[in-house]
């Protein structure tokens, strides 16, 4: 106040200066005191145990001996630019200690002025934090570490050709790989957190639903391999449930492996086997039976020379001529169908052999009054195959829709290319106007003796499948929408493998 003596006011302050001096010598900071110069004119014990230099060691000499080089040189124009304009400075200062260790000090540096507002001197305070930029450092290594070790088991899990689906025990996913993914057309994030059965209208989820179920039950896991008779696809799939280390709960993991071409390569193998074991077989049959049927057919001759003029036994001589002839097809058929795959392999164009096979089946179509239409797209690429074998091929199957066309009916003979498996194809159609196959036939339909034709032995379209196959080719045989059966035939082009 104005009213206090001047010794007391003098008091006063030296009072105030003692205490200012004693907290700045236990402050905990690294205080320093330089004049405007940059001569260093103070330092506090904390400043002495920090750097190593004694006070004795730094006064009158600039704070420079504590730099490196690890500073970054530019940190210092912007000290002096900002401290010179009378305004403090904050930085991070990479120093050295007397023993040449390096360490990291916080530190800001403020201007002193007089009562003038001139500056007199410069204070700087700092701390070391060393230790907290080294474990700032570690974690941040640990952090980077961790991302890209997710970022490995990521790319590795997404990498997995089969797909692996982790649900919890009720089958709400939690996570899944890409293949996984692809299996649906959502995104990840619409993905996770559903829960298996809404994807339960195709497999393999369906499946997959129902052995969640099983396994959680049953504790055991649960393997399976179904067919997706919709798609055509073959799916391995393996569930087994496991404890949740981090939280304590049941989880599943499934992996579903699409194995369809393993299935379809194991199907074809069961087949050839199993037409090559029946092929022996009916040849065998064939060639035994033929002896028989020649002396039969012989007799009969014989029979109708001295018997045939005589009205009582015209009838049966007609009808054992009418079953000669058709065990004779039926032994010529086998025959055929277990002759050996031995294929005469050419290039060829398709449109003669489909000519070929027209031109042999117009009588037969004149007789059944069914037209027949050829609709083959031009300049389709050769293909590499048996023409004779081929011209069979057609032919047995217009044929066959001929027999089941009605009068006036149309027969419609297609070719064109198309690409599948990063292959191009010819792909070869026979449309008929008649009844359709029945469903239940449809898987039935190329085996062998199985006909619903009266008369039929079962063995055309056998043959004409074996044919194909021979070839490498696929057969598929459908009920059109519009009505009436249509049998197509897949042959690679030249130039694909």
């Known amino acids: 106040p104005e009213f206090m003596p001047k010794e ?23 205080i320093l005191i330089t004049d405007r110069n940059g001569l260093v004119e103070y330092v506090n014990p904390a400043f ?34 900002t401290i010179l304009s009378g305004k403090p400075f904050h930085a991070l200062f990479v120093n050295r200690k007397k023993s040449g260790e390096l360490y ?6 403020s201007p002193l002025k007089d009562a003038q507002g001139e500056i007199t001197h410069f204070v700087s305070a700092g701390r070391d934090t060393t230790e907290r930029k080294k474990a700032e450092e570690q974690e941040r290594l640990l952090l980077a570490a961790i991302e890209s070790a997710a970022m490995e088991w990521k790319l590795t899990f997404d990498a997995v050709e089969s797909a692996i689906i982790v649900t919890d025990s009720d089958g709400n996913i939690r996570r899944l790989n890409q ?7 959502l995104s990840y994030g619409d993905i996770v957190e559903r829960n298996i059965r809404d994807f339960a209208q195709a497999e393999p989820w369906h499946t997959i639903a129902q052995l969640i179920i099983r396994t959680r039950e049953s504790r055991q896991p649960a393997l399976r391999q179904i067919r997706d008779a919709s798609t055509g696809r073959s799916w391995d799939l393996n569930i087994a449930a496991f404890n949740h280390p981090g939280q304590g709960r049941e989880m599943m993991i499934i992996t579903a492996r699409d194995v369809t071409q393993i299935a379809e390569l194991q199907e074809s193998l ?35 020379a001295r018997f045939g003029l005589r009205a009582e ?43 070929a096979a027209v031109g042999a089946c117009e009588t037969l179509a004149s007789k059944a009054g069914v037209n027949i239409v050829r609709q083959i797209a031009p300049s389709l690429p050769q293909l590499r195959c048996d023409r004779r ?8 199957l217009l044929e066959n829709a001929i027999q089941h066309s009605g009068r006036g009916g149309r027969i419609s003979v297609e070719a064109r290319t198309l690409q599948e498996d990063q292959e191009v194809w010819i792909e070869c159609s026979v449309k008929d106007s008649g009844p ?40 598929v045989a459908q009920n059109r929408a519009e009505g009436g059966a249509e049998v197509s035939i897949r042959l690679r082009a030249n130039g694909s493998s």
């Not at 704070?63 to 000290?79: A, M, V, Y």
């Not at 619903?452 to 044919?467: F, K, N, P």
């Open 179 to 185: 293949t996984a993914k692809n299996l649906t057309e």
């Open 389 to 396: 074998r081929l011209v069979e091929v057609f032919r047995n």
């Open 8 to 30: 007391a006011a003098l008091l006063k302050t030296e009072e105030t200066l003692n205490k200012l001096s004693s907290a700045v010598e236990q402050t905990a900071d690294a």
């Open 270 to 304: 069961r087949k050839s086997e199993t037409m090559s074991a029946m092929g022996t077989l009916v040849a065998g049959v064939a060639h035994e039976v033929r002896n028989p049927l020649f002396s039969i057919s012989a007799t009969l001759d014989a029979f109708e």
């Open 436 to 475: 359709g196959f029945r469903a239940e036939d449809l898987p039935h339909v190329f085996e062998p003796f199985f006909s619903r034709r009266r008369g039929g032995t079962g063995l055309g379209l056998a043959i004409v499948d074996r044919i194909v196959e021979q070839h490498g080719g696929k057969i």
């Open 104 to 109: 990291y000090e916080d530190k800001t540096i």
């Open 313 to 355: 036994y015209q009838e049966h001589i007609r009808i054992l001529r009418q079953e000669l002839e058709r065990l004779n097809a039926l032994m010529g058929e086998l025959l055929d169908y277990g002759k050996p795959a031995s294929l005469n392999l050419t290039d060829n164009a398709i449109a003669p052999i489909v000519e």
């Open 48 to 81: 002495e145990k920090m750097t190593g230099f004694s006070a004795a060691e730094v006064l009158g000499k600039k704070p420079s001996i504590l730099k490196s080089d690890k500073t970054n040189p530019q940190i210092f124009s912007r000290l002096w630019a």
